[in-house]
């Protein structure tokens, strides 16, 4: 799948999926050349590794894999520090050269497929903040397709621990718009009837249930709740909200955003700045502890604002000035159903599905979690 969105990709993209012309070394280096400043520096290093190793037209095709896998992902790992970089390069190049030993027509085959994760992913992040069921809805083969290759990348697991979070929003989507009832047709005057019943705009919680249930979270990253447990106590907060930590990264303490987002409550970097996080040398997001704590601080101070947790939910997603303003559009009730279908549509579905999460992990009803003690 295509995306305008993927600017930072496009020479590279060209070069992929281009017939196989033979290129001289000359119009390669135009073609490097001619790359966006973000992913310049990478696609560089990708050009000169494989062509002083490989010569051939396979080696051609492979060196641009390279420069897809070196070059593309860039944008989106801009924060990360240079020797997890490196590492992440060479686990890539070690991937390249064992395709180089197999089948040089998979090889291109597998290349070609490549070039569209980061497309899809930014697609995800952009119609998720939307308001286009059926868009997002159509999306879910893409984002199948794009996890099944993720996962056979060396280094891609952190944006596999997201994508499979958000993959469960676009499969509801796409039984949302399946079985929503229609618009109503205009009323009648010469007919009164009574008006019909609203429209829901969202998945509800049965369909939480339905999805979720299957899906328990695996015991190595379960082994962190009760530490989590422990700092969301020890910040007055229910323990049950540490669960928030798998609907936001399936428990995974590097899992990484198109966006930035980082770590298990994949905080923003500014938010964890504003949190007391550093973000360099190292970034603090990726500890999952100071993660964790930053992220309870926030949850407190949303509620405080707040006075719900389902609001504070949404404002943890959407942003809290987004849905203050909402809020204040709205007069009373200021309440979460109020603002539901003035939300994107992940906000809608964020938060019965941590409730729902919840319940399921906890046994507890949401309307009982008690506020910050």
């Excluded at 395709?99 to 497929?113: F, K, N």
């Excluded at 949190?275 to 101070?301: E, H, I, K």
């Amino acid at each position: 799948m295509r995306s305008d969105n993927c600017i930072s990709l496009s020479p590279c993209l060209k070069l992929a999926v281009a017939p196989a012309p033979r290129q001289d070394q000359k119009q390669v280096k135009n073609d490097v050349r001619s790359l966006p400043p973000a992913s310049l520096p990478w696609g560089l290093i990708g050009a000169i590794v494989w062509f002083m190793q490989r010569t051939s037209m396979i080696a051609v095709w492979l060196g641009w894999l390279g420069l897809v896998v070196a070059g593309g992902w860039a944008p989106v790992r801009a924060q990360t520090d240079a020797e997890e970089l490196a590492v992440w390069l060479d686990d890539a190049r070690a991937a390249v050269d064992q395709l180089l030993d197999g089948d040089p027509e998979a090889a291109i085959a597998w290349a070609r497929e490549a070039i569209d994760w980061q497309a899809v992913l930014e697609d995800t992040q952009a119609l998720l903040q939307g308001f286009d069921w059926a868009l997002l809805a159509e999306l879910r083969p893409d984002a199948e397709e794009a996890l099944r290759w993720l996962r056979r990348i060396p280094g891609a697991q952190p944006y596999v621990s997201w994508l499979e979070q958000r993959l469960d929003y676009l499969v509801l989507a796409e039984e949302f718009v399946r079985t929503r009832p229609p618009l109503p047709p205009p009323p009648d005057p010469a007919r009164p009837t009574p008006p019909p019943p609203p429209r829901p705009s969202a998945p509800d919680l049965s369909a939480w249930q339905r999805r979720l249930a299957r899906q328990p979270p695996s015991a190595q990253r379960q082994a962190l709740i009760p530490e989590l447990k422990s700092i969301f106590a020890g910040s007055g907060l229910p323990e049950a909200l540490v669960w928030i930590a798998e609907v936001e990264s399936s428990l995974d303490p590097r899992a990484r955003s198109p966006v930035g987002a980082l770590g298990l409550f994949q905080l923003m970097p500014a938010t964890a700045e504003s949190l007391g996080l550093s973000l360099t040398p190292a970034d603090q997001r990726l500890d999952w502890r100071l993660n964790a704590r930053a992220a309870a601080t926030y949850l407190r101070r949303l509620h405080r604002r707040f006075q719900a947790w389902d609001l504070a939910l949404a404002a943890y997603n959407a942003g809290e000035g987004r849905v203050g303003r909402l809020l204040t559009a709205q007069g009373e009730p200021r309440t979460f159903a109020a603002i539901q279908d003035k939300l994107p549509l992940e906000t809608r579905m964020y938060v019965p599905k941590v409730f729902t999460v919840i319940q399921l992990r906890e046994g507890l009803e949401p309307h009982t979690l008690p506020p910050p003690g």
